[in-house]
């Protein structure tokens, strides 16, 4: 087996390999060119420092990594990691990660972050194995939302420009990778934002995918939480997206009163996850 850097290999082959190893995962993933395309641009993955093992001329695995400042920091995330069935359980994952190791120290990077479903044991004690730390729990939930009474002192609008700097003081929690703001601005051809504004002040605003009805973030200031500003975003992009069926991923556990208002929306919970870390 040879393990390499995916700069050079095609993108078919990527998605191939990518469709084949988690055909069978807990939550199936099988995504277009298109939308790995979209991927890669949204968590900037950087397919240098992305790693396949090939095998008779095939990939047979491979982990895909980006790479952002996180507090100032270097940090990489994985962003996909598998192995074709019949080559699991010879640790490929771990010859990845020592072929990459090398390559992230020299860039200066100080942190790793993956993701992982709770339930997954076998990964779960393989990372941890690795020198991953649980960093916190996120939560997914997806559902068909209520109808919720209306606040009228509020008007929505669309919000073009994203000055972070103010909305990230409106935030409970810190995003997950696929949901920071880094992430975002990749993305943000195809992200939809909803301002909430009160007396012409932005109090909260959510953003979203439209076409598969996914919140992104959803953000009320301190001062303004359970005056219906959040309720009233919601009811706002269910009309944008033309469905009352919608979801969010990567909830942080402990942001209780997001949890709590999602469940009340009418969300249900789907999983969890552990996001782990890594210091180099």
């Given amino acids: 087996m040879e393990i390499i850097t995916l700069e050079n290999t095609d993108l078919q082959s990527i998605l191939n390999i990518l469709n084949e190893v988690f055909a069978d995962y807990v939550i199936p993933l099988q995504l277009t060119v298109e939308q790995l395309e979209q991927k890669i641009a949204a968590e900037n993955i950087q397919l240098n420092l992305s790693i396949g093992v090939v095998s008779a001329g095939k990939l047979v695995g491979l982990m895909l990594h980006a790479i952002n400042l996180i507090d100032g920091e270097i940090s990489v995330y994985n962003a996909g990691t598998g192995v074709v069935p019949e080559y699991r359980g010879k640790g490929i994952v771990a010859n990845m990660y020592r072929f990459l190791l090398p390559k992230l120290q020299e860039l ?14 076998s990964a779960i004690r393989a990372y941890e194995k690795m020198g991953y730390r649980v960093n916190r729990t996120l939560d997914s939930f997806k559902g068909v939302v209520e109808a919720a009474a209306d606040n009228k002192n509020l008007e929505v609008r669309e919000l073009l420009n994203l000055d972070w700097d103010y909305l990230k003081a409106l935030w409970t929690a810190l995003p997950s990778w696929q949901a920071s703001a880094q992430a975002l601005d990749n993305s943000r051809e195809r992200l939809s934002v909803l301002g909430a504004y009160e007396g012409g002040e932005l109090v909260g605003y959510v953003a979203f995918y439209a076409n598969i009805a996914r919140i992104q973030q959803l953000a009320v200031g301190p001062n303004q939480r359970r005056k219906g500003v959040a309720t009233k975003l919601i009811e706002a992009m269910k009309t944008v997206v033309g469905t009352s069926e919608l979801a ?19 969300l249900s919970y789907r999983l969890s996850q552990f996001e782990m870390i890594k210091h180099l």
Avoid: Y
Avoid at 114 to 120: K, S
Avoid at 250 to 264: S, T
């Fill in 108 to 121: 200066g990077v100080k942190a790793m972050l993956l993701e992982v479903i709770l339930g997954n044991d």
């Fill in 248 to 266: 969010i991923n990567n909830v942080d556990q402990q942001a209780q009163d997001v949890v709590a208002f999602l469940q009340k929306m009418g």
